[in-house]
């Protein structure tokens, strides 16, 4: 059974941290990528980053570059997501998800998601 737990939400201020793990079992880790999305409240899903599990490539969406740093611990099929400088405007439910292939994308259309984790972000 695919699963992907994500942990590591919660309420911080603004200007703060959070990290993020999504530990994956039940597929091939290095068959696939792995990306972060996340929505908030009355608005569509969007692509945060992606990383590339088998050689480690990342990609980030335009708003979040320079604050957030995707990595992947391949040996625990574990990734993460280390969100810096964090902005009121970074509250959403942030999942993960898994495509097949070594194509790295921001849509959301992978095969697939976790449960999600609330990351809220107070002004």
Known sequence: EVQLVESGGGLVQ?????RLSC???GFTFDDYVIGWL???PGKEREGVSCIGSSDGSTY???????????SS????????LQMNSLE???TAVYYCAAMYGSYCSLDPL??????????????
């Open 14 to 18: 603004a200007g703060g941290s959070l």
């Open 23 to 25: 530990a994956a079992s």
């Open 38 to 40: 996340r929505q908030a």
């Open 60 to 70: 980030y969406a335009d708003f979040v570059k320079g604050r957030f740093a995707a």
């Open 73 to 80: 611990d391949n040996a625990n099929k574990t990734v993460y």
């Open 88 to 90: 009121p405007e970074d």
């Open 110 to 123: 992978y095969d697939y998601w976790g449960q999600g984790t609330q990351v809220t972000v107070s002004s």
